[in-house]
């Protein structure tokens, strides 16, 4: 290891030294001496900055100096001596730079400890000495700079010895029983320096800051320099390459923008063009649905148009039957005028032929048993009569019916198109028709209430009448008859005239439920209209019941679908 002395008194020292091995025996150090790893911010070192604030208490450790170098003044100086005398040389600034200068403009120091040394002599007593680690120099001094550098925290420009590290290895060893110590070596150095730690905390916090000193040097300052203005230039080239990656990035984050913007006028385009299309298919849907229900309308048209047909087909017939009714009716009167003449012949006869009523029981007999049977026909007629008036009290409640399904019928095509009007009319004009035939009917009634009065009388005439019954039989009988017919024919006519009602309502429902069929609207009409239908067809049981008193009866019946052939 080669020292670089400051005085002449530790030149003599390191000679003496170097004629024998010295060892420095261990001094028991009792003191405890607190020592502060702090990094020091230096410009040239990357170590220095990077150790931060290591607050650390060591006791201070016993080094063990080895064969050290001759250092005569006018020896030649080599390798690292030369280089250190270099920097500690004034002449080279001509005066101008201190040796402050060499060190960092912080106080601090990295490592510091009281160390013994002994010199050459077996018999030479151990000097104790203060070591201070700044940056790569192991700098020691006297034991009475401990307190003064404890105190000012300031290291002292003038030191017994400077011990450069660049270069040097410390290793971890032992040496003569003391097991914590540190070897710092140097191709330069004839032997080793020996450093002996108390504990093996101390040894590691030594090694750790002896190694890093040793890193330091001009060359890797140098070095980091020359990385730094590298680093800086290429900083520059990269913020002038991250200024045209970002004047290019703008101009394409403006053409996305106006990219995107021209997207969304097409995104905006296509919404409108897409609510117009679906308003075009509302319209075609629309303007279908509503051919669909002209074309509907206009088949309604041609249903009610034919229904009017029809209907003025039945009041043609119609009319048709009332005048045959009234040339029967007049037929009846002329009938009814001879009758009435026979009977006054008759009870003229009568008058002539008492005397010989006796003669003629059994003439008398007959003509009761004749008159008997008249008795049962007119009580069949007076049944017929009953069922008939029966018929029309069902008729007007059919007609009650009629007007009440006609009135939901009117407030159902309200809703409809106006051409259903006509419907309602006509049906208005077949309900007139309808009262004017009831009317008829009770003229009909009537004129067969007269009917009943001449039979009476002729019944009335018939018993008083005694004689000449075979020409009572010739003459009467005939009329009786065609009474009869007549009766029959009436009563058919008045059956006719009930079910036709029936009849029409039963084929405007079946008309009509097949147009309900398809639509929902009119499948609610035809689910209201279904009681309507149980109570009418109720109503035609019973009139069916009513219609046959008597089963025996001769007279034929007529079915009410016997009409739909008219």
């Known amino acids: 290891m080669n020292g670089v002395d400051v005085d002449d008194r530790s030149k003599q020292r390191q000679y003496r030294f170097h004629t024998a091995t010295t060892r420095v025996t261990p001094t028991i150090a009792t003191t405890a001496t607190t020592t502060t790893i702090t990094a020091t911010t230096t410009t040239t070192t990357t170590i220095a900055t990077t150790a931060a604030a290591i607050t650390a208490t060591t006791t201070s450790p016993i080094i063990r100096i080895q064969g050290l170098p001759k250092s005569n003044g006018c020896d030649e100086k080599r390798g690292i001596l030369r280089s250190l005398s270099f920097q500690f040389s004034r002449s080279l600034n001509r005066g101008k730079r201190r040796i402050a200068d060499v060190f960092d403009s912080s106080d601090e120091a990295e490592q510091q400890g009281a160390f013994g040394l002994r010199g050459c002599k077996p018999n030479r007593l151990e000097l104790a000495i203060f070591f201070v680690l700044k940056e790569c120099f192991l700098v020691y001094y006297k034991v009475s700079e401990k307190k003064i550098f404890e105190k000012t925290r300031r290291m002292n420009l003038h030191p017994k010895g400077i011990v450069p590290l660049v270069g040097c290895s410390v290793v971890a060893g032992q040496d003569h029983g003391h097991k914590n110590c540190l070897l710092i070596t140097h191709t330069q150095f004839k032997s080793a320096i020996i450093v002996c730690a ?3 905390k101390v040894q590691e916090s030594w090694l750790t800051a002896l190694r890093d000193a040793t890193k330091i040097s001009y060359k890797n300052t140098t070095s980091w320099e020359k990385l730094v203005e590298e680093l800086e230039s290429r900083g520059v080239l990269l913020s ?7 004047e290019k990035l703008l101009a394409e984050a403006q053409a996305r923008r106006e990219e995107h913007s021209r997207y969304l006028c097409l995104e905006r385009a296509k919404d409108e063009l897409e609510r117009e299309r679906e308003r075009l298919i509302r319209m075609t849907k629309k303007l279908k649905d509503d051919l669909q229900s002209q074309t509907f309308f206009n088949s309604e048209l041609k249903i009610t148009n034919e229904t009017k047909r029809t209907l003025e087909q039945e009041k043609i017939s119609l009319n048709a039957k009332t005048e045959h009714l009234v040339s029967n009716m007049q037929s009846l009167n002329l009938e009814k005028t001879k009758i009435e003449e026979q009977v006054s012949t008759i009870i003229r006869e009568r008058e002539k032929f008492l005397l010989e009523n006796q003669n003629l029981s059994t003439a008398t007999c007959q003509l009761k048993n004749r008159l008997m049977e008249i008795e049962t026909k007119t009580n069949c007629i007076l049944a017929e009569k009953e069922r008939v008036e029966a018929m029309l009290r069902l008729n007007e409640k059919k007609t009650n019916d009629l007007e009440k399904e006609r009135e939901y019928y009117n407030s159902q095509t309200m809703e409809l198109l106006n051409s259903l009007k006509e419907v309602s009319e006509q049906r208005d004009i077949t309900e007139a ?17 007269a009917a009943e009065k001449a039979l009476e009388h002729l ?12 020409e009572l039989q010739e003459h009467i009988m005939p009329d009786v008859h065609k009474l009869r ?35 929902r609207v009119r499948g609610s009409i035809r689910r209201k209209l279904a009681p309507a239908i149980t109570m009418q067809s109720t109503f035609t049981t019973g009139c069916d019941n009513t219609e046959m008193p008597n089963p025996e009866e001769p007279i034929p019946k007529i079915e009410p679908n016997s009409l739909m052939h008219l």
């Not at 019944?459 to 075979?470: C, D, N, P, R, V």
């Not at 059956?495 to 398809?518: E, G, T, V, W, Y």
């Open 485 to 519: 017919e007549f009766f029959e024919q009436c009563a058919e006519i008045s059956k006719m005239d009930a079910n036709r009602p029936i009849i029409m309502r039963n084929a405007i429902h079946a008309r009509r439920s097949l147009r309900r069929n398809k639509t």
């Open 240 to 246: 002038e390459e991250k200024k045209m990656y970002e």
């Open 198 to 200: 108390p504990d093996s």
């Open 433 to 449: 028709e309808l009262k004017d035939e009831v009317m008829a009917r009770i003229g009909a009634e009537k004129q067969l209430q």
């Open 459 to 470: 019944e009335t005439a018939l018993k008083l009448t005694g004689a000449q019954m075979s």
